[in-house]
Nanobody, 127 residues
């Protein structure tokens, strides 16, 4: 069974950087689509960055140019590099994966596309 474990969260000042990692216990890229989501207190979970079906990437408008999603299939790891962090980026960040059935039916930043979630890692950005 695939499990996802996030790490790398922490507290930084505005303008700082963090690198989040997601380790998958068993990872087959050809069967899974991967993404990062976040959820701030009192707000709905939202898509941040994802791989689309052709292997390219897509980002929420709020993080474009600041965040970069990448993956190392050999190491079973998904990464989110975050730069120029803002206080509004404060949230719990989740790694998510979906089976091919879901990947093909829903848009990359849609929650329904993913049927496996990690426990999350907290990111706090102070002004």
């Amino acid at each position: 069974q695939v499990q996802l474990v996030e790490s790398g969260g922490g507290s930084v000042q505005s303008g700082g950087s963090l690198r989040l990692s997601c380790a998958a216990s068993r990872y087959t890229y050809s069967r899974y689509c991967m993404a990062w989501f976040r959820q701030a207190p009192g707000k709905e979970r939202e898509g941040v960055a994802a791989f689309v079906s052709d292997g390219s990437t897509t980002y929420a408008d709020s993080v474009k140019g600041r965040f970069t999603i990448s993956q190392d299939v050999a190491k079973n790891t998904l990464t989110l590099q975050m730069t120029s962090l803002k206080p509004e980026d404060t949230a719990m960040y989740f790694c998510a994966s979906g089976t091919l059935h879901y990947c093909s039916q829903y848009a990359p930043l849609t929650i329904r596309r993913y049927n496996l979630w990690g426990q999350g890692t907290q990111v706090t950005v102070s002004s």
